[in-house]
C-alpha cells in the first residue's frame, strides 16, 4: 500500500501563504486520484480538495475555491497544495490521501492516510 508524507506546513500571518507538500513512497502514485482533507481541533476531518490521476478533475470545498489550488508531479510522486490568502479559521492538520473513486470527498473512499502538516494561521 502507498505510504504518503506531508510537509510543508507552518506558522503564517493571516494573508499569507504556504505550500503544501505529499509525498508518495512508490510509483504507483499515478494509479490514485489524491486529495487533501483538514482536521481543526475537537472537529471532523473534512474535504478540502480532490485531484484526479491526470489531472482532469478538480473540486474544491467552497471556502477554498478561490485561495488553495492543488496539483501533482506524477513523475516525481509528489501532490501540491498551494494555499493562498490564508485566513485563521485555515488552521488545522492537513492530510493527503488516495482514492480510486472518480469524484470522492468522503473520508470513507480515501486510504493511505499520511501523518499530518500542522499549518497555523494567527490573526
Known amino acids: 500500500q502507498v505510504q504518503l508524507i506531508e510537509s510543508g506546513g507552518g506558522l503564517v500571518q493571516a494573508g499569507g501563504s504556504l505550500r503544501l507538500s505529499c509525498s508518495a513512497s512508490?510509483?504507483?502514485?499515478?494509479?490514485?486520484?489524491m486529495g487533501w482533507f483538514r482536521q481543526a481541533p475537537g472537529k471532523e476531518r473534512e474535504f478540502v480538495a480532490y485531484?484526479?490521476?491526470?489531472?482532469?478533475?478538480?473540486a474544491y470545498k467552497d471556502s477554498v475555491k478561490d485561495r488553495f489550488t492543488i496539483s501533482r508531479d506524477n513523475a516525481k510522486n509528489t501532490l501540491y497544495l498551494q494555499m493562498s490568502l490564508l485566513k485563521p479559521e485555515d488552521t488545522a492538520t492537513y492530510y493527503c490521501?488516495?482514492?480510486?473513486?472518480?469524484?470522492?470527498?468522503?473520508?470513507?473512499?480515501?486510504?493511505?492516510w499520511g501523518q499530518g502538516t500542522q499549518v497555523t494561521v494567527s490573526s
Open positions: 490521501a488516495v482514492t480510486k473513486i472518480a469524484g470522492a470527498r468522503s473520508t470513507g473512499d480515501f486510504a493511505s
Open positions: 485531484l484526479s490521476r491526470y489531472n482532469t478533475a478538480l
Open positions: 512508490e510509483r504507483t502514485f499515478g494509479n490514485y486520484a
